[in-house]
């Protein structure tokens, strides 16, 4: 367990490459069935990443309230974002002409930011992966031979040397689970512990790992488990041109709450275009939420589990040590009645201005009113409650559940 993980609860994920040139997301190589002569004229040949400025995303992350960073540095295509000596079709040499890694890996650290590579294991375009249009992933069976196995893993192992080699301390190793299998990942994760001992490891390469994560969905791991939730800002990781299903600031606060209320993260993704400039609207959300985040760092930082189920109006419910926060996405109209919480409640209070809420508490239920009525901040209201002790429920916790 990595402290700085639960700190911040936030992360920037970035889906940027060659094909962010054409506009059709991450995976128009395979979907398209391009080969990789006709990816390069058409896509590598074509990106330039003239406006690339790593500062700039990593002063928007912090802008945002996030804690860490992590970028695609070789997506499923099989294009090295970075200098590689063992991987020739790369940026250095193509396309952008320069290590975009080495450039990422100093921006963010000057930030002040956690680093966090993203590595996919399939490579597409090499000549020992089983085969480059496989839907959608090819198995342990479809190798050509163990010769080309073998030789398959000692390349892509020696390209994860090179990142964990070549740029100083690296905090986060984020792997994508994309097969082919078995590519003997517990030897690999091995060798990057060795290299990088104070690193974070996902799941997706196997065992051992340090923290789950659950894509497109928030599936909070077992109690005791470091996990985060990764989700796109509308629906596609790669830059589409097309894509105009925006999730709003008050979607994405309510994702991070309900990350931290199982203490989990969410790791956010953009999807840059292909000279590097942020798309205006994921500028523009995320600037919104993080005005609130940044003000809202008591109740997300650290925050604990806790054992309340859900409810229509305050949610999600964060807490941390003796407190409990009620977050009013849905303004309760001027009073809320909450009828979980076991333990005496010592006080009420506004985590905007410190401003007192009634209240008072019959029996099992605990009444909040004359609450200002619309709140006052937004998109979300915070009411702290401070307890007599550790969180104490009067009920069950269940999720919501239908039977099909
Ligand atoms: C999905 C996509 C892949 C993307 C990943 C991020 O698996 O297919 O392109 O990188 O999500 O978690």
Known sequence: MKAWFNESRFGMFI????????????????????????????YVDNWHAEKYEPAGWAALA????????????RHHDGFALWDSKVNAWNAARLGPKRDLVAQYVDAVRKAGLKVGLYYSPAAWSHPDYPGAFFRDWPGEKDWRDEASR???????????????????????????GCIPENIDGDETLKMVKELQPDILVNTRLGKPFD???????????????????CMTLNG??????GDMRWKSPADVIDMLLTCAQSAGNLLLNIGPEADGTVPENSVRILREAG???????????????????????????????????????????????????????????????????????????LFLENIPSPMPDSPASTVVLKLDGKPETLTRQTTFWIPE
Request: charged share 25%; net charge neutral.
């Open 62 to 73: 912090k802008e945002s309230g996030m804690g860490y960073m992590v970028l695609t540095t």
């Open 291 to 365: 005005n609130w985040i940044r003000r809202h760092r008591e109740c997300i930082a650290n925050s604990e589990r806790h054992p309340f189920s859900w409810n229509c109006t305050a949610r999600p419910i964060t807490a941390k040590g003796n407190n409990v926060y009620l977050h009013f996405i849905n303004d309760p109209c001027g009073s809320f009645c909450w009828a979980e919480v076991k333990n005496k409640v010592l006080s009420a209070s506004l985590l905007k201005d410190g401003a007192p809420v009634e209240f008072r508490q019959e029996d099992n239920r």
């Open 150 to 176: 073998q030789r398959f893993i000692e390349y892509y192992r020696s390209e994860i040397r090179e990142l964990m080699t070549g740029y100083g301390r690296i905090d986060y190793l984020w792997f994508d």
């Open 15 to 42: 889906h940027w490459g060659a094909y962010s040139v054409a506009g059709r997301g991450e995976w128009i190589m395979n979907r398209e069935r391009i080969g990789k002569e006709e990816y390069t004229q058409k």
């Open 211 to 229: 923290n789950k994560c659950s894509e497109q969905t928030i599936h909070p791991a077992a109690a005791g488990q470091d996990w985060e939730a």
């Open 236 to 241: 596609n990781w790669g830059y589409h041109a």
